[in-house]
Structure formats: structure tokens, C-alpha cells
């Protein structure tokens, strides 16, 4: 089982600064992290690797700086490590990401058919969903998008099943292989890097892909040139002015907290009383 999991280096999102003409995220000089829902990913592959057998190839696009989420990566327990990089790479959006990722993911399986690619969810400096899918449909893969479990991997008979989050409860879906799955947060608990994986995350070459070892040969397909996104205005949300109301729930019976509460929220929201009252007839 070949498997592929794509992460992505981000900043912390306590400390992120965008640029004021790009409107872009500045990511020099602030402190990076693996995305938070790209490790539920890694941590579901290397589950089935160790049910099935197979290899697990971490895979980020990147400045070089970008190797140290990858080693992270590695430490947990991924077997490979591809760093794609290139000054073309430059201010993609999920398009450009997403072809430049795609573009990777064939030349790996050049030496050997890719089974599974794995995503998070989205990224936290983004929260587009987009990269995921995008890499599916020019793979030309089944997808399976947020995922909280899978349920079964069937080797022999290439199929997987997953259960999928969705607005109306819980989806059981069953699909060939190959195929893409986005995981979602809380999936899994993730497991602490082993002291021998850690000491081989060290020392482990990092394969490195720049535009043409990646097989991409019209680069304007990349960064910014291949980037049909605009950010029109960045802007933090206006801190709220209202004050949160405190209810006393001392020696009180719970209905009468429960009313207080109620009387508050439509105080707070008239509108809502209104509507509620009006379904309530219509019932």
C-alpha cells in the first residue's frame, strides 16, 4: 500500500500578520507549525500502513524552511518525505497549489502506483477545503471528504470505507481504490514520535522537487501568475461591545434559570422570538 499524505507548513495562528499590499500571509520571521488537520491525516495513513504493510511519503509544498515540517512528520512515523520547492511556487492559491501538488504526487507514483492520498480538512491559514478535492479531480480520484472514521481497507479487493460527516448525520461510503480522503479533527488520537523514527528523521534525506524534477512544464500555471484568486481587503472582525449577562443560579430551581435565560436571548434578539413564535403557530 502506497501511500501519499499531503501537509502543509503554516503559521501559527496566533501570530499571523498579512502583508498590507498583497493582502498575502507574511510567513517570514513568525513560528510555524504543521497544520493542525493534516496530523489526523498522517495518523489515519500510518494506521492502515501498519494494518496492510506499505509506506507512508509525507509531501509539502514549500519554501526549504518547509523540511522541518516534513522531518516533524517523519518523527512520527512516516517512511518518505518530498519537498516540493520553487520560487515559481510562489503566492499560489488552491488552484496553483492544487496542480503543483498533483504534478508531485505523479512523479512519486512513477516509481511505484499510489493507493491513498490523504489531506486534513483544510488548512488554518486558508480554511478554503479546496486543495483536497482540487487534487482529486485532476488525479482523476474518487474522494472522500471530511471523513471522521474509516471503517474498513480491503487490500485484496482495492476498496476502502469510510464513515463522512455531513449536514444531515453520518454518511457510510464505500469506494475503489486509488482515491483521496480529507479527514476531519478528532478523527484519531495522534501518536508521539518514537525515539528510533525521531533519530531517523534526522538524518533521512529529504527528496527535493523543484518545477521541472515535478514534471511542470508550464510554470504559469504557478504562484501567482497561476492564481486566479484576489484578496480584495483583509480585516480583523470589530471586537464585540455587548457584554455577556450574568444569570444568578444560586438556591434557584433550573426552570427559572432556564426562563431567565430565554427572556435574555429574546431580549437580546427580538427578531428570533418573532420567528419562533410564527413556526410555532404554523406547526
Known amino acids: 500500500m502506497n501511500i501519499v499524505v499531503c501537509i502543509k507548513q503554516v503559521p501559527d495562528s496566533a501570530q499571523i500578520r498579512v502583508h498590507p499590499v498583497t493582502n498575502t500571509i507574511m510567513r517570514q520571521g513568525v513560528p510555524t507549525i504543521i497544520n493542525p488537520y493534516d496530523l489526523y491525516s498522517l495518523e489515519a495513513a500510518l494506521q492502515l500502513r501498519d494494518q496492510v504493510g506499505g509506506k507512508v511519503t509525507v509531501l509539502t509544498m514549500g519554501p526549504p524552511m518547509a523540511e522541518d515540517a516534513l522531518r516533524k512528520a517523519m518523527g512520527i512515523g512516516a517512511d518518505k518525505a518530498v519537498l516540493l520547492t520553487d520560487r515559481f511556487f510562489a503566492g499560489s492559491d488552491t488552484l496553483a497549489t492544487s ?148 444569570i444568578d443560579t444560586t438556591n434557584r430551581p433550573t426552570s427559572d434559570i432556564a426562563n431567565d435565560a430565554v427572556e435574555a436571548i429574546f431580549a437580546a434578539a427580538p427578531k428570533l422570538q418573532t420567528d419562533l413564535v410564527g413556526r410555532a403557530a404554523q406547526a
Not at 512523479?107 to 488554518?124: H, M
Open 99 to 246: 496542480y503543483a501538488l498533483s504534478m508531485a504526487i505523479t512523479k512519486i507514483a512513477e516509481d511505484e502506483p499510489v493507493d491513498l492520498v490523504f489531506c486534513g480538512k483544510q488548512t488554518i491559514d486558508g480554511d478554503t477545503a479546496q486543495v483536497g478535492p482540487g487534487i482529486a479531480c485532476r488525479l482523476g480520484l474518487n474522494q472522500l471528504t471530511y471523513v471522521s472514521s474509516i471503517e474498513a481497507l480491503d487490500a485484496k479487493a482495492r476498496e476502502i470505507t469510510v464513515q463522512r460527516r455531513s449536514e444531515g448525520g453520518v454518511q457510510v461510503l464505500k469506494t475503489k481504490l486509488p482515491c483521496m480522503v480529507t479527514m476531519l479533527e478528532g478523527s484519531n488520537t495522534i501518536r508521539r514520535g518514537s525515539m528510533p523514527n525521531v533519530l531517523r528523521a534526522g538524518r533521512e534525506p529529504i527528496k527535493t522537487f523543484n518545477a521541472a524534477a515535478a514534471g511542470i512544464e508550464d510554470v504559469t500555471r504557478c504562484g501567482l501568475r497561476g492564481s486566479p484568486t484576489v484578496v480584495k481587503k483583509v480585516f480583523a472582525p470589530k471586537p464585540r461591545a455587548d457584554k455577556a449577562k450574568l
